[in-house]
């Protein structure tokens, strides 16, 4: 019995796993380019003294700090919104495994991937 086209098979899923994947490396790498363009711009002539480590300031710390100082246009938030683009990559594709397992009816498969999900998700928010 042929297909439908808007079946989910594996060819057709791992074309949208791995246009999911190119879009989101592209689109951190603009962010992050756009954000370096800005701070050259801005703040490419300070000088800057490495003798002493200063961490990153507390706005940076959290996604919100980082998208609210995008939204203004700040080079090191533009800067640091698309490193986080970056991480949210993978998570992106864990999450959309999960559907398409799920659309599969593959149990098996949908419960590796949760579990692979919990502990990406406890890793990147997990302070303690």
Same mark, same amino acid.
């Given at each position: 019995?042929?297909?439908?086209?808007?079946?989910?098979?594996?060819?057709?899923?791992?074309?949208?796993?791995?246009?999911? +994947?190119?879009? /989101?490396?592209?689109? &951190? *790498?603009?962010?992050?380019?756009? /954000?370096?363009?800005?701070?050259?711009?801005?703040?490419?002539?300070? %000088?800057?003294?490495? *003798?002493?480590? %200063? /961490?990153?300031?507390?706005? !940076? %710390?959290?996604?919100? /700090? $980082?998208?609210?100082?995008?939204? #203004?246009?700040?080079?090191?938030? $533009?800067?640091?919104?698309?490193?986080? @683009? +970056? +991480? &949210?990559?993978?998570? &992106?594709?864990v999450v959309f495994s999960l559907v398409t397992f799920a659309i599969?009816?593959?149990?098996? !498969?949908? @419960?590796?991937? &949760?579990?692979?999900?919990?502990?990406?998700?406890?890793?990147?928010?997990? #302070?303690?």
């Amino acid at each position: 019995m042929p297909e439908t086209p808007n079946a989910w098979t594996d060819e057709r899923i791992d074309q949208m796993l791995g246009n999911l +994947l190119r879009t /989101g490396v592209v689109l &951190a *790498s603009v962010i992050v380019v756009l /954000g370096g363009v800005l701070f050259l711009m801005h703040d490419g002539t300070q %000088r800057h003294d490495y *003798s002493v480590f %200063r /961490g990153e300031p507390r706005e !940076y %710390r959290q996604p919100t /700090g $980082i998208v609210a100082d995008a939204l #203004k246009f700040d080079s090191r938030g $533009i800067i640091m919104l698309g490193v986080l @683009v +970056l +991480l &949210a990559t993978p998570f &992106a594709r864990v999450v959309f495994s999960l559907v398409t397992f799920a659309i599969q009816r593959d149990p098996i !498969y949908c @419960v590796v991937t &949760a579990i692979v999900l919990v502990v990406l998700s406890y890793s990147l928010f997990y #302070k303690g």
